[in-house]
């Protein structure tokens, strides 16, 4: 008879239901609904299975039952369905039954994130971070949807005075300071119980006279900084970059060999000498790092016309300008008769004709004119992929070894791929580029000077040429003193060399 009823809404079966008490016993949505004409709240929302059907009823057609549904969801008694109707909430997030939860402080007693985010929605935080999973929720909740929710999320956070919750809150802050974690630990007075993380956590989020209460000698960071991922050590040289408060002095408290620096290291310290202009501090670096870093710094010295002041160091940095390009390059290559160099030079008279023309030529071009050929693509600025691409696939490998030369192949360690044992020989400088002057020894310098004459010609040849004229320049030294650049990652101090 219920079903009946609950199918068409005939009135006067309706009318029965309602005056007899008529409830079916089955299925959940006619028993629901009979419940709600009967005026039997209690059975309405009695299990989980009731409760989709409850929420429906909420917006029944018939308002007599809409407003029976609303009045039964209200009353419910049984966990598992007040568990039921938290979880329908969080999933829709229906406005209607997110009233309902806040007004009747349903709290589900499982899962923990349907608890968590019932609790926050009704406004009952005790315990509501006693394990890290229900924290986990917590914290995702900043960002929820429901301002109710991310309001409670933000207040339950602040209040928690849990010391081992206080490092976690923190750690996430200091991975970004900008976020919502680190404004809440920040305005709550959080800080770490940890003196290493205490130090990273108040100089990343910028809390420098806190920091320098606690730690003014950067001993703590400096412990924290070599163990910290590198994302918070971006955070902590950007502070530390912005100066302010002492921050930069980060930089001059870390002391250690360049030798031990790492390529980022490197790279900053060289940054930032050029920023100041430290041209005496970036020539020591020039003269003892590998020419991988060293080599760009070339064009930098010649810009600037800086000299040393020591006369052997002048000549030295003399010698290199007139080996690396300048108005002497010309001259460097008429004083040795290597037939490749010859091939190359050859290519000035061939570099008025377009690109096309060129390789053209370059198909059927004996290898000493394909050298000169590849010379003449080098020198234009406007070389195309599939001139590269022409070169690098040639057929005879004088061709491709003229490609490095020449720089029109910038990739060099794809020369080391090369079939031909002289490309591989001649253009694969992976080794020169990586070797430090420095910790050169007289065996490096025999291997250079053993080289073919081939080997000194074009880029890497330039190259050879320099690495040569460090080692041999740091042999006729009975001391060498190695500097102190202020890096990024690391302030640098190179010690004594034997």
Not at 105 to 130: F, M, N, Q, T, W
Request: charged fraction near 30%; hydrophobic fraction near 45%.
């Amino acid at each position: 008879f219920c079903a009946l009823w609950a199918k068409g809404r005939d009135k006067a079966l309706g009318a029965i239901v309602a005056e007899k008490g008529y409830v079916a016993a089955k299925p959940a949505e006619v028993r629901v609904l009979s419940a709600l004409k009967a005026g039997r709240p209690d059975l309405a929302g009695e299990n989980a299975a009731a409760i989709p059907h409850l929420a429906a009823a909420l917006k029944d057609r018939e308002t007599e039952i809409a407003h029976a549904a609303e009045a039964a969801a209200r009353v419910l008694s049984r966990q598992e369905a007040i568990d039921a109707f938290c979880a329908l909430w969080a999933k829709g997030r229906d406005n209607a039954l997110g009233a309902i939860v806040a007004e009747r402080a349903y709290v589900a007693a499982e899962p923990v994130d349907i608890r968590v985010l019932s609790a926050l929605k009704a406004g009952a935080r005790a315990g509501l971070v006693e394990n890290p999973a229900a924290l986990d929720v917590v914290i995702q909740s900043l960002g929820d949807s429901d301002a109710d929710v991310a309001r409670a999320a933000d207040e339950v956070l602040r209040a928690t005075e849990d010391r081992r919750l206080a490092d976690r809150l923190c750690a996430i802050a200091s991975h970004d300071p900008s976020g919502r974690m680190a404004r809440i630990c920040v305005e709550s007075g959080k800080r770490p119980s940890d003196p290493e993380q205490r130090a990273l956590y108040l100089f990343i989020t910028r809390q420098l006279d806190a920091y320098f209460e606690d730690d003014h000698d950067f001993e703590n960071l400096w412990t924290a900084f070599d163990r910290a991922p590198q994302d918070q050590k971006d955070l902590v040289l950007d502070v530390a970059r912005s100066g302010g408060r002492g921050a930069a002095a980060f930089f001059g408290r870390r002391k250690k060999p360049l030798t031990e620096c790492n390529e980022r290291e490197i790279k900053h310290g060289i940054e930032v000498a050029l920023q100041h202009g430290n041209w005496p501090e970036l020539f020591k670096m020039f003269t003892q790092m590998p020419l991988r870093y060293a080599f760009p710094l070339i064009e930098k010295f010649r810009a600037s016309q800086w000299a040393p002041e020591a006369d052997d160091q002048r000549a030295l940095l003399r010698s290199i300008l007139r080996e690396v390009g300048g108005e002497t390059a010309e001259e460097v290559q008429e004083d040795t008769s290597a037939v490749f160099q010859r091939w190359l030079a050859d290519g000035r008279t061939l570099a008025k004709e377009s690109e096309s023309d060129l390789l053209n030529r370059l198909q059927e071009a004996a290898p000493p004119d394909g050298v000169a050929i590849v010379a003449a693509l080098a020198a234009k600025n406007d070389t195309t992929p599939e001139a590269k691409s022409a070169v690098e696939g040639h057929a005879h490998w004088l061709v491709r070894l003229a490609g490095y030369s020449a720089g029109l192949l910038p990739d060099w360690s794809r020369a080391k791929e090369d079939t031909v044992y002289w490309v591989r020989e001649l253009a694969g400088i992976g080794p020169v580029l990586d070797l430090w002057p420095v910790k050169a020894t007289p065996s490096d310098l025999k291997r250079l000077d053993a080289a073919p004459r081939e080997a000194f010609a074009g880029k890497p040849g330039e190259m050879r040429r320099v690495l040569r004229l460090l080692i041999a320049h740091r042999m006729t030294l009975v001391d060498v003193e190695e500097v102190v650049i202020a890096a990024g990652a690391d302030a640098t101090e190179v010690e004594d060399a034997e």
